[in-house]
């Protein structure tokens, strides 16, 4: 029986090795590149920096103002409206864009108040012109469903994309939604040509958007568990090979004369369990078969934040009411129950302005603890204010998959006693919602990005600290792979010939 089992733990790494190795040695090689160079994405500090300046064409000369271009376009009721923005990214047109609960995001032309529903040739071509300058060419390239760099779900509500490729400067290409008329997408030359090694190669993307498509969580969910049983198989052959007490004839504790088969079995015992680590924690970050998923937090947030008010919406601040430069865009919204605009350029929010009495919008803490006792029927268990980040709640590289979001300082974390123990983030200055998380959300936080991005704080502050021991952690992975191909393929050709 034992040598049985012996036999077949041998046969069983032995044939996967030959089937994986190469996927491996891709897999840490394409991370390694992640590191540097991210799937394409449009983060808020892009967007911002690209939209045209808001000031020149929307002064109050011209424009509605919001609540009479919402009326124009049939807008009776804002108990479900969540925000309204004025910006110049449809065509660069002044545009209102209304954001309700559990529908489309509309379009609405500012001058008119007419709904824009149509994106046609000329208003994506205008839309992308004024995301990449005047002085930029932009060539027309058709509609897509999906390409190597929009494999993204987040972006189902806007297909079919309208492409555009620039023939010069940084930016390589720009994708429109063919439901909004907004750039939603922006491929730099970099992401353009390292993202065919970096996530393109890391996420299999090469199955999707073809006949593999529906098929691809459970390919990578598949592969990542038999690239654990070939480490787990090598793992145990290796300590069964190795001679800790007395060495062998040779003189060496590894019984393999070949020189590529000693590094093969010394790396694997070296780097077995980085191995496994990262591939368990890449597995874990597709939630696969279920496991690590959660319903959304229950959260009344019309009960904490309130409703935008009729009244409040009548005026458009003119343009000597805007003393801070580059307006990029006007926000509105409910804050703690007022009515509140965000004036906003490439930087950020500049101020947040009660409506109501036209001073700044500074919520002291016992308003914002008051309000978020809104959010759930449960009591508070918990209140922190934070002033730096910590290991739930911390900042990442924009490139990165989880960075490029807002994190603002300081902010309140709420602890509510709710089964599923939800945590809420408040921003401080604010009192806007900025996110959830519940008990298993915390888990995955553990078992997906603490393993696989070793998004540590004490490490991720020290960088490049953080960025040696990934690359020395990955290039051992690498080594262990690519000599695990020349032995594989010397292994097939023995068995052709």
Not at 122 to 132: D, H, P, R, W
Not at 265 to 283: E, K, N, Q, R
Request: some cysteine.
């Amino acid at each position: 029986m034992k040598r049985t089992f012996k036999r077949w733990t041998y046969l069983t790494h032995r044939w996967l090795g030959i089937g994986l190795c190469l996927l491996l040695a891709m897999w840490f090689l394409s991370g390694i590149v992640m590191m540097y160079v991210g799937y394409p994405k449009l983060t808020e500090e892009e967007r911002l920096a690209h939209l045209p300046d808001l000031n020149p064409a929307a002064s109050v000369h011209g424009l509605l103002s919001p609540g009479a271009a919402m009326q124009a376009a049939g807008i009776e009721q804002l108990q479900e409206v969540r925000s309204l923005r004025l910006n110049r990214a449809r065509a660069g047109a002044p545009t209102y864009w209304l954001e309700r609960s559990g529908q489309p995001v509309l379009a609405i032309d500012a001058s008119s108040g007419e709904t824009l529903l149509q994106v046609d040739a000329a208003v994506a071509l205008a839309s992308a012109q004024a995301y990449a300058g005047d002085a930029t060419a932009v060539l027309a390239k058709g509609t897509l469903l999906e390409d190597a760099n929009t494999h993204s779900r987040g972006l189902d509500a806007h297909r079919p994309l309208w492409r555009f490729d620039i023939e010069q400067g940084p930016l390589a290409r720009l994708y429109v939604s063919g439901t909004t008329g907004e750039v939603i997408r922006d491929v730099s030359r970099t992401e353009l040509y390292w993202n065919w090694l970096g996530a393109w190669v890391h996420w299999l993307y090469m199955f999707r958007g073809n006949a593999f498509n529906a098929h691809h969580s459970d390919i990578i969910n598949w592969l990542s568990v038999i690239s654990m049983v070939l480490v787990l198989t090598g793992a145990v052959v290796g300590i069964w090979r190795w001679r800790f007490r007395e060495p062998y004839k040779s003189g060496a504790r590894s019984p393999y004369p070949s020189a590529l088969m000693r590094w093969h079995h010394v790396l694997g015992l070296l780097f077995a369990v980085v191995c496994m680590t990262w591939l368990f924690s890449g597995l874990m970050s597709m939630r696969p078969w279920g496991m690590l998923r959660s319903p959304p937090a229950p959260l009344q947030v019309s009960a904490m934040q309130g409703q935008l008010q009729w009244d409040y919406l009548q005026d458009l601040p003119g343009s000597e009411a805007s003393p801070f430069g580059a307006l990029k865009e006007l926000r509105w919204l409910p804050l703690l129950g007022e009515s509140v605009a965000l004036q906003i350029n490439a930087q950020g929010p500049i101020t947040a302005r009660n409506l109501r009495t036209g001073k700044s919008h500074e919520p002291s803490q016992a308003e914002v603890m008051q309000a978020a006792r809104n959010l759930m029927a449960v009591p508070i268990t918990q209140w922190d204010r934070l002033s730096a980040y910590d290991l739930y709640y911390y900042e990442r590289a924009p490139h990165t998959m989880t960075g490029g979001r807002d994190k603002p300082l300081p902010i309140y974390r709420v602890a509510f006693g709710d089964e599923a123990k939800t945590w809420v983030h408040v921003d401080a200055n604010t009192g806007q919602l900025l996110g959830s998380l519940n008990s298993t959300e915390r888990l995955s936080r553990w078992l997906f990005t603490m393993l696989h991005s070793w998004d540590w704080l004490p490490l991720l502050n020290r960088r490049p600290l953080w960025d040696g021991v990934m690359i020395a952690l990955s290039l051992g992975g690498l080594a262990i792979s690519a000599t695990g191909v020349v032995i594989a393929w010397r292994r097939l050709r023995q068995k052709i010939s």
